[in-house]
T-cell receptor, first 111, second 114 residues
Framework: EDKVVQSPLSLVVHEGDTVTLNCSYE??????LLWYKQEKKAPTFLFML????IEKKSGRLSSILDKKELFSILNITATQTGDSAVYLC???????????FGTGTRLQVTL | GAGVSQSPSNKVTEKGKDVELRCDPI?????LYWYRQSLGQGLEFLIY????????KSGLPSDRFSAERTGGSVSTLTIQRTQQEDSAVYLC????????????FGQGTRLTVV
């Protein structure tokens, strides 16, 4: 059975800190790994990673994939209270398959 | 439409009643997913439609749950004889065809069974 595991489950940091969120996976077929941010109900797309070692970056957020070790990390530098959310990792396992999600990491950024 | 649209946004129903949740995907997106998220939990896969292919129903938790997709566009998730454990946020997402791209989510329907 395909599995995606995220850690930590939750995290509380002070504004300005840097955080690293982890996502590991075991799947039968890998096509891409996606990161989403969920603040209320609808997850919003952050990154899609398909190749190892190539960093994707958007402002203070960045992510990288290691297909040999089967994990990805999401980094957030200089955190702000607006970064408080649940961060979801998902793996796309192919053209006729579902996205398999991890349970998410709940990040709280305090003043 | 511009984004994935779900209705209703909130639904309170009595135990034992049937409910229908609707998802209108982004125009031209042939892939459509339904997920369920219970309070504080991750996204639980329910069902996946891709074009005219047979849907992947492997995530439906019981035969009280069913979904259809008419004309390759709008999808309806039906829950019969609702139970309190069905209370959750039901999220729909769509994606462009077979492409290796991101899926876009709707705002979800919060279902409360009392």
């Amino acid at each position: 059975e395909d599995k995606v595991v995220q850690s930590p489950l939750s995290l509380v940091v002070h504004e300005g800190d840097t955080v690293t969120l982890n996502c590991s996976y075991e799947v039968t077929n890998f096509r891409s790994l996606l990161w989403y941010k969920q603040e209320k109900k609808a997850p919003t797309f952050l990154f899609m990673l398909t190749s190892s070692g190539i960093e994707k970056k958007s402002g203070r957020l960045s992510s990288i994939l290691d297909k040999k070790e089967l994990f990805s990390i999401l980094n957030i530098t200089a955190t702000q209270t607006g970064d408080s959310a649940v961060y979801l990792c998902a793996v796309d396992t192919g053209t006729a398959s579902k996205l398999t999600f991890g349970t998410g990491t709940r990040l709280q950024v305090t003043l | 439409g511009a984004g994935v649209s779900q209705s209703p946004s909130n639904k309170v129903t009595e135990k034992g009643k049937d409910v229908e949740l609707r998802c209108d995907p982004i125009s031209g997106h042939t892939a459509l997913y339904w997920y369920r998220q219970s309070l504080g939990q991750g996204l639980e896969f329910l069902i996946y439609f891709q074009g005219n292919s047979a849907p992947d129903k492997s995530g439906l938790p019981s035969d009280r749950f069913s979904a259809e997709r008419t004309g390759g566009s709008v999808s309806t998730l039906t829950i019969q004889r609702t139970q309190q454990e069905d209370s959750a946020v039901y999220l729909c997402a769509s994606k462009k065809g077979w492409a290796n791209t991101e899926a876009f989510f709707g705002q979800g329907t919060r279902l409360t069974v009392v």
